[in-house]
């Protein structure tokens, strides 16, 4: 049975910074495609970032690019998500994912629908 397992969320103030975590197990292959989606109140999921489970080639979107890091510890099957100067338009609910495949590609940012397997989430509210 795939488990993803989040943790770390909260309540920040703007400038903040805070680091998710999701631990995976379970998942029938030692590669796979993850990252974590954001949905914020009254809104569709969007992507955040992306890695593969080797911990390389990290794709992020551009309202999160160059304040938020993603990575992947293998040995732990952890991955994490290093968030920076926060602000209140980062709030909303992190969600980790993952999906088949050794690679992840920027279409897989876009497309959600795609990842099979999700954690529970875990929310996140920055204040000005």
């Known amino acids: 049975q795939v488990q993803l397992v989040e943790s770390g969320g909260g309540s920040v103030q703007a400038g903040g910074s805070l680091t998710l975590s999701c631990v995976i197990s379970g998942y029938p292959s030692d590669h796979y495609c993850t990252g974590w989606f954001r949905q914020a109140p009254g809104q569709e999921r969007e992507g955040v970032a992306i890695?593969?489970?080797?911990?390389?080639?990290?794709i992020y979107a551009d309202s999160f690019e160059g304040r938020f890091t993603i990575s992947f510890d293998s040995a732990k099957n952890t991955l994490y998500l290093r968030m920076n100067s926060l602000n209140p338009d980062d709030s909303g609910i992190y969600y980790c994912?993952?999906?088949?495949?050794?690679?992840?590609?920027?279409?897989?940012?876009?497309?959600?629908?795609?990842?099979?397997?999700w954690g529970q989430g875990t929310q996140l509210t920055v204040s000005s």
């Open positions: 890695i593969d489970s080797d911990g390389n080639d990290p």
């Open positions: 994912a993952v999906r088949g495949g050794t690679y992840c590609y920027s279409r897989n940012l876009e497309r959600p629908g795609e990842y099979d397997h």
